[in-house]
């Protein structure tokens, strides 16, 4: 390779490397390093807790044992259980991500229910339960 060669391999070098300009620190900016935290706040393996009440035509058609089945296939550990009132509680921990995926779901439902209102507080997770369960 010839010098006149080197020289035009190295500018474009440069300029990716943001070393062409002015020789100038107070005109030049330090090299960014592209950030690896998520867009989010919360790491991406975050914990959450949420304590969930579900309205509607929500008893006697399968809404707890649909929890159950999307909790598990989510990863997720808690418990779920009818309300004296017509409403169905449930107290649901996992990662961030996945607890969001099982609020929409709860405003979803089992074929042949109804929901009308999902009610979401927010608890500090403990890392209690072992798995999920309906309960009574």
Wanted: with cysteine; proline share 7%.
């Amino acid at each position: 390779m010839n010098r006149a060669s080197l020289i035009l391999i190295s500018i474009p070098l440069l300029l990716a490397a943001g070393c062409a300009g002015s020789n100038d620190p107070a005109n030049s900016e330090p090299a960014r390093r592209p950030s690896t935290s998520p867009a989010s706040t919360q790491p991406a393996t975050a914990t959450r807790r949420i304590h969930a009440f579900i309205a509607g035509h929500v008893q006697g058609v399968g809404f707890r044992a649909y929890t159950q089945e999307q909790a598990e296939h989510l990863k997720l550990t808690g418990w779920v259980r009818n309300l004296p009132d017509g409403r169905v509680e449930a107290i649901i921990e996992g990662p961030t991500s996945a607890t969001r995926d099982m609020i929409d779901r709860l405003h979803l439902g089992p074929t042949g229910s109804r929901v009308d209102e999902v009610k979401i507080n927010d608890e500090t997770p403990d890392g209690s339960f072992t798995g999920f369960k309906v309960t009574h």
